[in-house]
Nanobody, 121 residues
Framework: HVQLVESGGGPVEAGGSLTLSCAASGYANSIICMAWFRQVPGKEREPVAAFRADGGINYADSVKERFTISKDNAKNTLYLHMNNLKPEDTAMYYC????????????????WGQGTQVTVS
């Protein structure tokens, strides 16, 4: 079965940088799209950045020009490079995956990691 394991979260000062990693395993051609979501307690989870099936990338407006999503196919690892972090970026960050980009970005991704906390102060 699909496993997504995030790492790299932690405390960081405002204006700082952090890179999250997501090691993926247990999938084959069923996974086309991978993304990062985040959630703050009491608020709905929101998509942050995603690879579409056509290879393009989507970013949430709130993170454009600050965050960069990338992947290493040889290592089956997804990354989220976060720069110029703001206190409002504080959240639990999740690695997610699905065979459908529309389902992943606009609905509810099928596969979720356990999350990694990012705290910006």
């Amino acid at each position: 079965h699909v496993q997504l394991v995030e790492s790299g979260g932690g405390p960081v000062e405002a204006g700082g940088s952090l890179t999250l990693s997501c090691a993926a395993s247990g999938y084959a051609n069923s996974i086309i799209c991978m993304a990062w979501f985040r959630q703050v307690p009491g608020k709905e989870r929101e998509p942050v950045a995603a690879f579409r099936a056509d290879g393009g990338i989507n970013y949430a407006d709130s993170v454009k020009e600050r965050f960069t999503i990338s992947k290493d196919n040889a290592k089956n690892t997804l990354y989220l490079h976060m720069n110029n972090l703001k206190p409002e970026d504080t959240a639990m960050y999740y690695c997610v995956a699905d065979s459908s980009f529309l389902k992943l970005w606009f609905q509810n991704p099928t596969y979720w990691g356990q999350g990694t906390q990012v705290t910006v102060s």
